[in-house]
């Protein structure tokens, strides 16, 4: 007999089906066991009854939480007084004819219920016991859902999706790179992508003129409750538009996801504040517009724009970027950049999203003039030999035809957590890692053979732990 989805027996009354699922609970009253069985769709109550089969009921009695079982029978309509308002099937329960014990499941390390409670470490040693609970499935669903909406979206709105590279090139995003070494280059590292940031401007010269991705990034960082060592970010460029522009894109793309999940909007259009008024009225450039009433269904965004384009490194005694080097400066402060006047009061095009108290997203209007983006680079102390090594792929690329273009990165994993509700990132992402570093599961990091570092030319010199 084919399997039936659990949520698929209210259409099966009176006939005989099989579920295949987990044991969630198991009740014994006697001459009667019930059980709840769980699959991908939902639960059913299955009554298992000596009299209607003796082999069922002898099964039965060996069951525990979390045994995968095949169960066959016959959907019954529940009397009146049983029903159960709570479950999505109870209407109907399952009697079972026949039951199989597919696979067996050892004793738990934590009940399988409200895992919030349970420790991170061993939650996440266990990752795929804590997905079975019904909240984190229940995440897990949401950012699939959601993320399906964006890609909706960007779609309808003519994107085009692009993979851009994993191995790449290192490149100053305001974090420490992960380095991978080349077997083949000896003493040579590839690095992992803190953004897909330049390949996204050369897909603009490339003539592309509208690009997203569901892009993974990676920065070497201090980890808290809304930042990993691995994100998600929704990644998107344009050519030919202003600021507005990206910033009506991308509210649009807010509102549609949101409110295809159940959130309520707090303020459409979204209050823009620039970063001298966020921060004199709020002290922080993010903050919640919801006030006292903190109604977790409901999303307060604003905008926030005109960002320093500059600010200074009191340890470096120079200016660096205030959010990235490709930020185009206002248009009415180029003059002075280029004569480098006043450049701790210059503004750039750069804005941000933020939600319920979060940066969500980051963005800005990109240099595209070869000649305003060597000026950035020199004020920030990188010689013309430096520049030509890190950037001159870029530059070069600005001297064939370069649309001026702007884009944005809305944090997937953060935009998924303020669905959720949850308080952390780690609860919407199904392999995290741990507030130490740690991966989910898989113990890493991990010391690596010492024959594969002697093939990468590697000596590994671990620092002597502090007395």
């Excluded at 009176?14 to 009253?29: A, F, L, P, T």
């Excluded at 897909?196 to 990676?218: C, D, S, V, W």
């Excluded at 409750?225 to 970010?233: A, I, M, S």
């Excluded at 990644?235 to 894109?249: G, R």
């Amino acid at each position: 007999m084919a399997r039936t989805h659990i949520i698929d027996s209210l259409q099966q009354i009176d006939q005989e089906i099989k579920v295949n699922g987990w044991v969630d609970v198991r009740r014994d009253h006697g001459k009667l066991i019930f059980l709840d069985i769980r699959d991908a769709t939902g639960k059913i109550q299955v009554v298992v009854n000596p009299k209607v089969s003796e082999d069922a009921h002898k099964a039965a009695e060996n069951l525990r939480s979390e045994f995968v079982v095949a169960v066959t029978g016959k959907v019954n309509k529940r009397p009146e007084k049983l029903i159960n308002p709570n479950l999505p099937t109870g209407t109907v329960e399952l009697e079972a004819t026949r039951l199989e014990i597919i696979s067996e499941a050892a004793q738990l390390p934590f009940e399988i219920t409200d895992t919030k409670k349970v420790n991170e470490e061993l939650r996440l040693e266990y990752r795929y016991l804590d997905l079975r609970s019904e909240r984190m499935a229940k995440n897990i669903r949401l950012r699939a859902k959601a993320t399906a909406l964006v890609r909706e979206y960007m779609n309808k709105n003519g994107f085009i999706e692009i993979e851009t590279p994993t191995l790449t090139k290192t490149s100053p995003e305001g974090a420490r790179d992960f380095l991978v070494p080349s077997r083949m280059q000896p003493g040579k590292f590839y690095a992992l992508p803190q953004a897909p940031q330049q390949y996204k401007q050369l897909l603009m010269i490339a003539g592309f003129e509208r690009y997203f991705q569901i892009a993974h990034a990676m920065r070497d960082e201090d980890l808290r409750g809304d930042r990993q060592l691995e994100h998600t970010q929704i990644d998107l460029e344009m050519s030919f538009v202003t600021q507005d522009d990206v910033l009506n894109m991308v509210e649009g793309l807010m509102i549609f996801v949101a409110e295809a999940c159940g959130k309520k909007i707090w303020k459409k259009p979204f209050p823009r504040y620039t970063h001298e008024q966020a921060t004199k009225e709020f002290g922080a450039d993010k903050f919640d517009l919801r006030g006292e009433n903190k109604d977790p269904d409901t999303l307060a965004f604003a905008w926030v724009t005109d960002f320093p384009l500059f600010e200074w490194d009191e340890n470096e005694k120079k200016f660096t970027f205030a959010h990235n080097p490709f930020s185009a400066p206002h248009p009415d402060h180029v003059e002075k950049l280029m004569k480098e006047e006043d450049l701790g009061a210059l503004r750039a095009q750069q804005y941000d999203l933020v939600c319920n108290g979060f940066e969500l997203a980051s963005g800005g209007v990109r240099i595209s003039d070869p000649k305003v983006q060597r000026k950035v680079f020199q004020i920030m102390g990188l010689s013309e030999k430096e520049t030509e090594s890190r950037f001159g792929h870029l530059i070069r690329a600005y001297e064939y035809g370069a649309p001026p273009h702007a884009g944005m990165a809305p944090g997937l994993d953060r935009l998924i957590m303020i669905l959720a509700g949850e308080e952390n990132i780690r609860e919407v992402i199904a392999f995290p890692v741990t507030s130490t570093g740690h991966t989910a599961v898989m113990d890493a990091p991990s010391e690596a053979d010492p024959k594969l570092l002697k093939e990468l030319h590697i000596k590994v010199e671990v620092p002597k732990s502090k007395k």
